[in-house]
């Protein structure tokens, strides 16, 4: 059995009028993040984790976003898109620990719903998945509430 681990991060920036969504979940705010998609910072650095680990390009290559299928696209279709293509090479996700970056507001509450959702798209135990959350101490243009950012870090096991 060998190991393997990938690394993904993601930003976007806030905008006014625009859904919260962090892992799959919709969160109440007044600003949400700018993109093709749904703009889910968590479910785009998961997925690159993901592809990483398993040697499959990063997620601009999977799901481009001059491609209008993808426009306001929910994010976790990436996420279950990647788990069918680790399927097909035989990977296992082992672990997956996520760091999301927001000012405001605070995630911790919305952790478990997260965890459930983000579990069941990749066909996972939510044991499996494990999310922190940070502020940027009020520096740069995630601590001024102008941006979200999220790192992950995904073990994989091949068989
Ligand atoms: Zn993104």
Redesign the pocket.
Known sequence: MSYRCGIGY?L?RLAEGRKLIVGGIELPFDKGPV?HSD?D?LA?ALCDALFGAAGLGDIGSHFPDTDPKWKGANSLIFLEHARKLLDEKHFVIEHVDAVVILEKPKLGPHFPKMRDTLAKALGVAPEKIHLKAKTNEGVDAVGRGEAIASYVVATLTSI
């Open positions: 993601d976007h993109g703009g910072v785009h």
